[in-house]
Nanobody, 117 residues
Framework: QVQLVESGGGLVQTGGSLRLSCTAS????????MGWFRQAPGKERESVVR????????YYIESVKGRFTVSRDNTKNTAYLQMNSLKPEDTAVYYC??????????WGQGTQVTVSS
């Protein structure tokens, strides 16, 4: 019933940009906190950013501040992650998730982001 579908990943060169999208079905994203996570090979999954249901409160990890921007459009049931000035260390599988506060109950399938040197 509930599904989060991600898109927008791919292979880019250092300094390039990607825009990830996450569209939900089976539930309304209204009143859900949205988060973006990433997992690099051999490393544990880390939280990249989260955004409140209203979009008014956002939190970014230090390494992506000034480069990544999270947004959401509840009317389209979609969350976005704009990724600029990409670096090789950003290479990872990126996941979107939805939940109440930071209790993420629903997860996307993940999309690969690869940044070449």
């Amino acid at each position: 019933q509930v599904q989060l579908v991600e898109s927008g990943g791919g292979l880019v060169q250092t300094g390039g940009s990607l825009r990830l999208s996450c569209t939900a079905s089976g539930l309304s994203l209204s009143r859900y906190t949205m988060g973006w996570f990433r997992q690099a090979p051999g490393k544990e999954r880390e939280s990249v950013v989260r955004i409140s249901w209203s979009g008014g409160i956002t939190y970014y990890i230090e390494s992506v501040k000034g480069r990544f921007t999270v947004s959401r459009d509840n009317t389209k049931n979609t969350a976005y992650l704009q990724m600029n000035s990409l670096k090789p260390e950003d290479t990872a599988v990126y996941y979107c998730a939805a939940g109440v506060a930071e209790n993420y109950k629903y997860w996307g399938q993940g999309t690969q982001v690869t940044v070449s040197s």
